[in-house]
Nanobody
Framework: VQLQASGGGVVQAGGSLRLACAAS????????MGWYHQAPGKQRELVAT???????NYADSAKGRFTISRDNAKNTAYLQMNGLKPEDTAVYFC???????????????WGRGTQVTVSS
């Protein structure tokens, strides 16, 4: 499975960005999809996840500002980030659990990160 992340960039505080993560390959179905971020010198942390049934989970720092969504027909997850703050600056990683064709359990996978920089 190939994961293609896009949408990172540089934005001023208070601005918005929309990240996208598209999965391609021999996919039977997508299970959990989500986003994590990692700031310099820090561990990778949860931002938001969404299950195949639509259940969401957000980090406290993301609640009220970020919205995760997914398009199952396109095997794509999105993260709409509004009201960005300098402390949101990090590399954002897509995470998916994919049921491959012929697979017996979901296969977890990380995408390449995309840099988000929020200037004050």
């Amino acid at each position: 499975v190939q994961l293609q992340a896009s949408g990172g960039g540089v934005v001023q505080a208070g601005g918005s960005l929309r990240l996208a993560c598209a999965a391609s390959g021999k996919i039977a179905s997508m299970h959990l999809m989500g986003w994590y971020h990692q700031a310099p010198g820090k561990q990778r942390e949860l931002v938001a996840t969404m299950s195949s049934s639509g259940t969401t989970n957000y980090a406290d720092s993301a609640k009220g500002r970020f919205t995760i969504s997914r398009d199952n027909a396109k095997n794509t997850a999105y993260l709409q980030m509004n009201g960005l703050k300098p402390e949101d600056t990090a590399v954002y990683f897509c995470y998916v659990e994919t049921m491959l064709l012929g697979g017996v359990r979901p296969f977890p996978q990380w995408g390449r990160g995309t840099q988000v920089t929020v200037s004050s």
